[in-house]
């Protein structure tokens, strides 16, 4: 056996537990700690093992419930949106031909490449009345996570074999209830896919949420990390920050684990071919 098969594999898991072993053990680890451990944080395990005091305190004075809530009132319809969006328009780029077809749907993915004008969007946020809003977190959410919905499922669509709409058509279905009854459920894995990403990027946003909610009582889970860390309520805390980071991230550890077939599925059956 060659010595090169063994030391690539071998270093390509060094590699992986370095750059999110590492980070993910210090996370943990530090959560665990009292304050006079933690103040300064590093990878060794705690001397006392203060957990459920850390975890109580935070749940307490972080406002999680509240800021769970508010993730869930923009994360989810943003998902919802942009899956029956994207499913919808990646039928028909899938389906139709054409010179139009193809300058739309390289338009519709052209937010892959282009990055999001915040401060422009800030601006039409206001003159429409949504700066500030829930509903304004959504729409720009769905606006920036469309592009890629659409192409992952437009590559999806194309690989289905045409013979099944043609035969629904047959028995009568109209557009709807072949986009319904057969189109969706076969887009189930890769659905998955953009649904845990798209997710993963909106649940851990604070970058755009920071401009368009401003903070307050509309604050997601890591815009109010944010605002606590800002206000020093947390100052020298870092087993309180950490704390609170593995509550936030709970929710997508449990979404990841219940659906990582169907992600891994959607990925390898043509998800982003």
């Known amino acids: 056996m060659r010595p090169g098969r063994i030391v690539r594999p071998l270093a390509v898991l060094l590699i992986a537990a370095l750059t999110i072993g590492v980070p993910l053990w210090l996370v943990a680890v530090t959560s665990l700690k009292p304050q006079a ?11 006392h093992v203060q957990a459920a005091d850390n975890y109580q305190q935070t749940f307490d004075q972080g406002k999680i419930v509240q800021g769970f809530v508010n993730s869930l009132l923009v994360v989810v319809p943003s998902v919802l949106v942009v899956l029956f969006l994207g499913a919808g328009a990646a039928w028909v780029f899938a389906r139709r031909k054409g010179r139009l077809v193809g300058v739309m749907y390289a338009l519709s993915i052209s937010g892959l490449l282009l990055p999001p004008a915040v401060i422009t969007i800030v601006m039409e946020l206001r003159q429409l009345g949504l700066a500030g809003t829930q509903l304004g977190m959504i729409a720009v959410y769905s606006g920036m996570y469309l592009s890629t919905s659409i192409f992952f499922m437009t590559g999806f669509i194309r690989n289905l074999p045409e013979e099944l709409e043609e035969a629904a058509r047959m028995d009568g279905a109209g557009p709807l209830r072949v986009f319904l009854q057969i189109i969706l459920p076969l887009l189930r894995p890769v659905i998955a896919t953009a649904t845990i990403m798209v997710m993963l990027f909106a649940w851990s946003d604070v970058f755009y949420a920071f401009f368009v909610l401003g903070g307050g009582d509309k604050a997601t889970l890591p815009l109010n990390l944010y605002q606590i860390a800002n206000a020093q309520l947390y100052l ?27 992600i891994v599925s959607g990925i390898t059956s043509g998800a982003v071919k």
């Open 236 to 262: 020298n805390n870092w087993h309180l920050i950490f704390a609170y980071i593995v509550m936030m991230s709970l929710p997508m550890v449990l979404v990841f684990v219940v659906a990582q077939r169907r």
């Open 37 to 47: 451990e933690a103040i300064k944080p590093n990878l060794a395990l705690p001397h």
